[in-house]
């Protein structure tokens, strides 16, 4: 296969992911997709409004959803200011990403095929999504519907235990999105290139241990089932170690090279 239109990422939040992102990025020459990125920026967006109140105020437990959004903007002082929704958007993706919960499938799917969309739906490694079954079957009726095609899914695996002994260590460049482990990768303390001059080092505010063990098990009752479904599909299915003994970028490009039946380097065929 060497016309390769979409390949989507998946793995459990910590599994390793980005290294084996960037090489598809580079291989097949695809731009980055990813969910997580799309509701950090709303979450940047909630964060720059500083409300410093309780979010579950907003959250109605009897009916299982928030309030409407008019009465949300009301109790925040927002309504008719510009910006208003994506107030609105970060505040709830804040309020689920900060649990370690998933993001409900009906505001995913819709952000998701929008920013697919203004990628003209092809040419992306898709990072992060699908995550549930029913994001499984939005993905493939919409790549049908949009008549592109899903060459590949490469599962990332890895134990809990050593994702959670490397997310709590993880720290990320706001700038550049560059990640660094405070044991294993430090950031450094001199800036070297144009990004790290502004670098800005900062931990997810996802990453501590209550939320990640909340994701781990969000993967474990949700996940897995998108993982079924697409394998009954027949989406081409690639599952690669996260964790390699000797970790390097040629031994994570050689890992996912022999799992795709890719040639080592040189011209792109699956
Ligand atoms: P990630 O950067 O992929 O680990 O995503 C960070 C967080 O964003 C997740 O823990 C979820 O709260 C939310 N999220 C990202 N992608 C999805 C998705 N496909 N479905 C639901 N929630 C998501």
């Given at each position: 296969m060497d016309d390769v239109q979409n390949v989507v990422v998946m793995g459990?939040?910590?599994?390793?992911k980005q290294p084996r992102v960037d090489f598809l990025i580079r291989r097949f020459n695809l731009k980055q997709l990813s969910t997580g990125d799309i509701f950090r920026h709303y979450l940047g967006l909630f964060k720059e409004f500083a409300y410093a109140g309780d979010?579950?105020?907003?959250?109605d437990s009897a009916a299982n959803d928030f309030i409407p959004d008019a009465a949300i903007m009301e109790q925040l002082g927002i309504?008719?200011?510009?910006?208003a929704d994506d107030i609105v958007l970060g505040l709830k993706a804040t309020y689920y990403v900060n649990q370690g919960l998933f993001v409900p499938d009906r505001i995913t799917n819709a952000l998701f095929e929008s920013a697919f969309r203004a990628m003209d739906f092809r040419g992306a490694v898709i990072?992060?999504?699908?995550?549930?079954r029913e994001q499984a079957e939005f993905l493939l009726n919409l790549m049908q519907r949009e008549g592109v095609k899903l060459d590949a899914v490469l599962l990332v695996e890895n134990e809990d235990e050593l994702i959670i002994n490397r997310t709590l260590g993880r720290r990320i460049c706001k700038s550049c999105g560059e990640l660094f482990h405070m044991e294993f990768r430090p950031p450094p303390h001199e800036r070297q290139n144009e990004c790290l001059k502004k670098c800005d080092i900062v931990q997810r505010s996802d990453d501590n241990l209550e939320s990640l063990k909340k994701r781990l098990s969000e993967f474990r009752t949700k996940t897995r089932p998108a993982i079924d479904y697409l394998r009954e599909q027949g989406t081409p299915f690639f599952p690669v170690p996260g964790?390699?003994?000797?970790?390097?970028k040629e031994a994570v490009e050689a890992s996912v090279c022999e799992v795709m039946g890719l040639?080592?380097?040189?011209a792109a065929s699956i």
């Amino acid at each position: 296969m060497d016309d390769v239109q979409n390949v989507v990422v998946m793995g459990k939040s910590g599994a390793g992911k980005q290294p084996r992102v960037d090489f598809l990025i580079r291989r097949f020459n695809l731009k980055q997709l990813s969910t997580g990125d799309i509701f950090r920026h709303y979450l940047g967006l909630f964060k720059e409004f500083a409300y410093a109140g309780d979010l579950a105020a907003f959250y109605d437990s009897a009916a299982n959803d928030f309030i409407p959004d008019a009465a949300i903007m009301e109790q925040l002082g927002i309504i008719g200011r510009p910006g208003a929704d994506d107030i609105v958007l970060g505040l709830k993706a804040t309020y689920y990403v900060n649990q370690g919960l998933f993001v409900p499938d009906r505001i995913t799917n819709a952000l998701f095929e929008s920013a697919f969309r203004a990628m003209d739906f092809r040419g992306a490694v898709i990072d992060g999504f699908p995550r549930t079954r029913e994001q499984a079957e939005f993905l493939l009726n919409l790549m049908q519907r949009e008549g592109v095609k899903l060459d590949a899914v490469l599962l990332v695996e890895n134990e809990d235990e050593l994702i959670i002994n490397r997310t709590l260590g993880r720290r990320i460049c706001k700038s550049c999105g560059e990640l660094f482990h405070m044991e294993f990768r430090p950031p450094p303390h001199e800036r070297q290139n144009e990004c790290l001059k502004k670098c800005d080092i900062v931990q997810r505010s996802d990453d501590n241990l209550e939320s990640l063990k909340k994701r781990l098990s969000e993967f474990r009752t949700k996940t897995r089932p998108a993982i079924d479904y697409l394998r009954e599909q027949g989406t081409p299915f690639f599952p690669v170690p996260g964790n390699l003994p000797n970790y390097s970028k040629e031994a994570v490009e050689a890992s996912v090279c022999e799992v795709m039946g890719l040639a080592p380097s040189g011209a792109a065929s699956i």
